[in-house]
């Protein structure tokens, strides 16, 4: 299958972008295809039009990039640090650009903070928004408190904890992958 990790941040000492880079890698390890939506790398403007309102070849490339890797996903894994108890801007931003090419596909919310508590405040607030995208997130949460210590730079793992919440998370993913992707394959309801 092929899955989209969705991250936001774009401050310069970001520390939420190892928990991304791990996932990619874990979803690399179990035989997918992970490819990372990184808003900093994007340098994504402020929405002014969403992708769907640009003529077909006029659009920016990196929304037409991106569009090619949503319509040919199973499912999102979208990664949140907490600001304000809620997500980052520039993840919001990310998603906003689209609304039917994520449509029908299962998203999973890994959330962090530097503090115990993990995000899950803001991931509250994304589960609403990712329904109204067209993508309900699986009832699992992947909370990382103290994210700073949790993962190096590139993503390895650095707590062992960490591994047995991240094999159930992404089991469930997987599994609302295959089903919501077979039940596209057959139509969608309307």
């Known amino acids: 299958m092929k899955f989209i ?13 190892r928990l991304a880079r791990y996932l990619v890698n874990q979803l690399e390890n179990l035989g997918h295809e992970a490819v990372l939506f990184d808003a900093r790398e994007l340098q994504l403007p402020l929405l002014d039009r969403m992708y769907k309102e640009y003529e077909p070849t006029e659009a920016p490339e990196s929304l037409q990039w991106m569009a090619k890797h949503i319509k040919s996903s199973d499912g999102v894994v979208v990664v949140t640090g907490e600001y304000n108890h ?4 520039g993840l919001t931003n990310l998603l906003d650009y689209f609304l039917e090419e994520w449509s029908w596909r299962p998203s999973a919310i890994a959330c962090y903070s530097a503090g115990r508590f993990g995000g899950v405040r803001a991931a509250m607030q ?22 700073q210590n949790a993962f190096d730079t590139d993503g390895t793992l650095q707590e062992t904890r960490i591994q047995k919440p991240t094999d159930r998370f992404l089991a469930e993913l997987q599994w609302y992958a295959r089903a919501l992707g077979k039940e596209r394959q057959q139509g969608l309801p309307y």
Request: proline share 13%; glycine share 12%.
């Open 5 to 17: 990790v969705a991250y936001g941040s774009v401050r310069t000492d970001r520390l939420g972008i």
């Open 86 to 89: 809620g997500p980052q801007p």
């Open 126 to 147: 994304l589960r609403a928004m990712l329904a109204e995208l067209g993508m309900p997130s699986i009832p699992s949460l992947l909370p990382i408190g103290k994210v």
